[in-house]
């Protein structure tokens, strides 16, 4: 492996040539001892800056699937791939990841820049699925607005919200700082919904299209509005050696489903995706 590549994708200079060279070549000791330091970090994360003392979002549930989430195996290679690990290696990423957050750690010291590899904070804002996380529905907004997060200052448990191209600035203090950054993200979510920015579905997708539907549906799904639609799709019998075809979409969140034969898959399909997106636009 190339270690100089390493260095430069890393953006930093190992004191220690040993500890990157060690990395490099997986050892167990600092696959070991980086997994561990992963563990650390999400369970100090969850339980001190998301759930502290009283916290309504706290639930053992809850808390036990966004630890899981954060420590699989999709996460972890996700972000072994954004930090471009995979420039110096094809397989076995993970494990990379894991010794280099050893290896970095045991040489700078520097946990903020491990946190900022993980991801750790905006991973669970995003998946904390409450009615109340208005923190995600303003992640959400920004994003889908400007392809980007929004701005966050963290001072303690102080945060300053910023939205691009709003002049206000949203701060708020809290016991955590999941709890100062909602509450920062209430007073953005209130301000968008009085000056009527808030960003509804056919702001994304135009109105419902039969031709564009399955397609809208899942930009919908993309960009958060909406999970993921699930097609099934059976035989259901010949009529005069013709196939039919019956398709269902379902869409976890709606209590509706739709339903409809044809003799073409694909035209069973847009018939169904098109009845749930005018039913999910009529409710929104």
């Keep these: 492996m190339d270690t100089l590549k390493l260095e430069q994708i890393l953006n930093y ?17 600092l696959i070991s001892f980086g997994s561990s330091t992963i563990d650390f970090l999400v369970s100090k994360m969850i339980n001190e800056d998301l759930f502290l003392n009283s916290n309504p979002f706290a639930d053992i549930e809850l808390i036990n699937r966004l630890s899981n989430l954060i420590k699989s195996d999709d996460y972890l290679l996700a972000r072994a791939d954004k930090i471009h690990l995979d420039e110096v290696i094809y397989d076995k990423k993970i494990e990379l990841l894991k010794s280099i957050i050893a290896a970095y750690l045991l040489d700078s010291n ?18 904390l699925d409450t009615k109340d996380n208005y923190a995600k529905e303003i992640y959400l907004w920004n994003k889908r607005k400007y392809k980007e997060l929004p701005k966050i200052i963290f001072d303690n448990n102080k945060v300053i919200l910023k939205l691009n191209e709003i002049d206000n600035e949203f701060v708020a203090e809290g016991n955590t700082k999941f709890i100062a950054l909602n509450e920062a993200s ?3 979510y209130k301000y968008l919904e009085d000056n009527n920015l808030l960003l509804k ?33 059976a035989m259901k019998g010949n009529t005069n050696g013709i196939d039919i075809w019956k398709c269902r979409i379902t ?34």
Excluded: H
């Excluded at 190992?14 to 167990?28: D, I, R």
């Excluded at 994304?204 to 039969?210: L, N």
């Excluded at 509706?256 to 409710?283: G, H, P, W």
């Design 251 to 284: 869409i976890d969140g709606y209590k509706e489903s739709f339903s409809a034969e044809d003799t073409s898959k694909k035209n069973a399909k847009r018939i169904v995706a098109f009845q749930m997106l005018k039913y999910i636009m009529d409710l929104n």
């Design 110 to 127: 520097d946990i903020l820049r491990i946190e900022s590899w993980l991801n750790i904070f905006d991973a669970i804002v995003f998946n």
């Design 13 to 29: 200079n190992f004191k220690n040539k040993s500890l990157l060279e060690e990395a490099s070549n997986l050892s167990e000791r």
């Design 186 to 188: 209430k007073l953005a």
């Design 201 to 233: 579905m056919t702001d994304i997708v135009g109105y419902p299209d039969q031709d564009k539907c399955i397609n809208q549906l899942q930009e919908l799904f993309v960009k958060g509005f909406i999970n993921e639609p699930v097609y099934r799709i």
